[in-house]
């Protein structure tokens, strides 16, 4: 068996267990007594919220976070502007990014989440209005909801990872977490294709 950690990170903590190297130590993994020996399956941005899944287990770790398994992750996005289902489409289809096409994603409206309160909160500005946005990708480059949301015109104002896989955050507050056992998987072989050296 593997250990799985469930971790709720807050905003503005990094992704790593130490921030030694810069002059001014940022808010790390350290301070939320997560079990030694684990290590996170893939990052999340220091300016993101939500799920993110820590293992001791190499094999698990790869499986969780390299895009070859296209594992989906799900995001609760709140975005600047008035966002309908049908502006949303392009996101669906497959939204083009400066670093190629993203995988088509699923994209939909949602009613105002009840999430914890972001310390500090997302400004507020009566004459723009904000949407609601579920998004589930099966890619993981870098910053990419934000750059798909801001793409067809709805920059991101916050962002709350929900769910990796059959794993969510659904019960957990703000910085805590749960250990559960998974069965750990088999090594993945990449196999290449055979050259004949003659």
């Known amino acids: 068996?593997?250990?799985l950690i469930l971790f709720n990170k807050p905003f503005d903590v990094l992704t790593q267990f130490t921030d030694a190297k810069n002059p001014t130590p940022r808010r790390t993994l350290s301070e939320f007594g997560l079990p030694s020996g684990v290590y996170p399956a893939g990052r999340l941005d220091?300016?993101?919220?939500g799920l993110l899944l820590l293992t001791d287990n190499g094999p698990l770790q790869a499986a969780i976070?390299?895009?070859m398994y296209k594992e989906p992750k799900t995001y609760l996005a709140l975005v600047e502007g008035a966002a309908t289902d049908a502006d949303l489409q392009p996101l669906r289809d497959g939204v083009t990014l400066n670093d190629g096409p993203c995988r088509p994603a699923k994209a939909r409206v949602i009613d105002a989440p009840a999430l914890?309160?972001?310390?500090?909160?997302?400004r507020f500005r009566k004459t723009?209005?904000?949407?609601w946005i579920e998004i589930t990708i099966t890619e993981g480059r870098n910053r990419q909801v934000r750059r798909m949301t801001a793409a067809v015109?709805?920059?991101?104002?916050r962002l709350v990872r929900w769910q990796i896989a059959d794993w969510t955050v659904e019960g957990?507050?703000?910085?805590?977490?749960r250990e559960i056992d998974v069965p750990a998987p088999a090594p993945k072989v990449i196999r290449r294709p055979f050259k004949r050296r003659f």
């Open 172 to 177: 957990l507050g703000l910085g805590e977490w």
């Open 153 to 157: 015109g709805f920059p991101t104002l």
């Open 46 to 49: 220091r300016d993101s919220e």
């Open 65 to 67: 976070s390299n895009p």
């Open 1 to 3: 068996m593997a250990r």
């Open 128 to 131: 723009v209005p904000d949407t």
């Open 116 to 122: 914890w309160e972001r310390d500090p909160p997302v």
